[in-house]
Structure formats: structure tokens, C-alpha cells
Nanobody
Framework: QVQLVESGGGLVQAGGSLRLSCAAS????????MGWYRQAPGKQRELVAA???????NYADSVKGRFTISRDNAKNTVYLQMNSLKPEDTAVYYC??????????????WGQGTQVTVSS
């Protein structure tokens, strides 16, 4: 099996920063794309940022210039550095990874989510 475990969420004032981490573990052969999604109350889950195994990243327009996604392939870990946080960034943040297990096709896995709350 594969597990994705997020950490780093919490409560922060507007203008502050947080860094999320997501570590993948289990019977992993390789990981393709990794990403962060978020879901605010009453809203659909949306892509925040994604990064390929080669390090190419893309971002939602709402976070460009404020958030940075990175990954450590040796540690099977993806990070999301969030700066200049706004109240509208408040949501549960989920990690997502396209994982290839030994002898199996790749498939997407999700973490359990971590709450980020930005106070005004």
C-alpha cells in the first residue's frame, strides 16, 4: 500500500506564512506528478499547485507569486511554501501523488488533509 501523510497546517494571521509537507511511503517504485489541492467549506476541491518529477511546476492563478511548490525525490516528499496568506486561503489542503508501485500501474493517492486557517 501507499500512504501520504501531510503536516504543517495550522492557524496563522493574514500576511503570515506556513509550509506544508507531504511524505509518501509504502511500496513505491516511482512517483510522477505530485500536487496540492484545497477545499474550503461549501466549495469544490481545487488544484493549488502541481509539480512533475522533473521539477516543472504550475499554479492556480489565485496563488501565483505567493505559493511555491517543491519536492525532494529522494524522500518522496512534496512541500508547499505559502507566503502572504489571505483569509480566502482558508481550507483543508490535500496532497495528491501519481504513484507507480512495483509491478502495478500508476495511480493517484490522496493524503488525509491538513487544515489551514488564516485569520484577518
Amino acid at each position: 500500500q501507499v500512504q501520504l501523510v501531510e503536516s504543517g497546517g495550522g492557524l496563522v494571521q493574514a500576511g503570515g506564512s506556513l509550509r506544508l509537507s507531504c511524505a509518501a511511503s509504502g511500496s513505491i517504485f516511482s512517483i510522477n506528478d505530485m500536487g496540492w489541492y484545497r477545499q474550503a467549506p461549501g466549495k469544490q476541491r481545487e488544484l493549488v499547485a502541481a509539480i512533475t518529477s522533473g521539477g516543472s511546476a504550475n499554479y492556480a492563478d489565485s496563488v501565483k507569486g505567493r505559493f511555491t511548490i517543491s519536492r525532494d525525490n529522494a524522500k518522496n516528499t512534496v512541500y508547499l511554501q505559502m507566503n502572504s496568506l489571505k483569509p480566502e486561503d482558508t481550507a483543508v489542503y490535500y496532497c495528491n501523488a501519481d504513484v507507480k508501485r512495483y509491478f502495478l500501474r500508476s495511480q493517484y493517492y490522496w493524503g488525509q488533509g491538513t487544515q489551514v486557517t488564516v485569520s484577518s
